[in-house]
């Protein structure tokens, strides 16, 4: 019951924004000032170089968009070479 508490409520004013989202006003406005006039790949190099450029300046200095936590999400290490992990069939084949 208290998860759904904190669900609907939202987090406690304790817990701080991370990067990527304490940056979506600045990132929101670096894409409608600088992306404004392109068109296509340039477009969308150019709005991933502005979500890029500011997330990454946040990790290094909190003060850039207000941010009170730098960690990124940690990714899941990836199991094993790349085969799926299945059953893999001997000799004779299935």
């Not at 989202?21 to 296509?40: M, Y």
């Not at 150019?46 to 997330?55: D, G, I, M, P, S």
């Amino acid at each position: 019951m208290l998860l759904a508490a904190l669900v609907v409520v939202g987090p406690p004013p304790g817990w701080g924004a991370a990067c990527p989202s304490a940056c979506k006003d600045e990132i929101a406005a670096c894409r409608a000032g600088d992306c404004a006039g392109l068109r296509g790949k340039a477009r969308r190099h150019c709005r991933r170089t502005c979500a890029k450029t500011l997330v990454r300046d946040c990790y290094a200095d909190l003060t850039v968009c207000g941010a009170t936590t730098a960690r990124p999400k940690q990714r899941q290490p990836a199991g094993g070479a790349g085969g799926g992990g299945g059953v893999v069939p001997g000799p004779g084949g299935w």
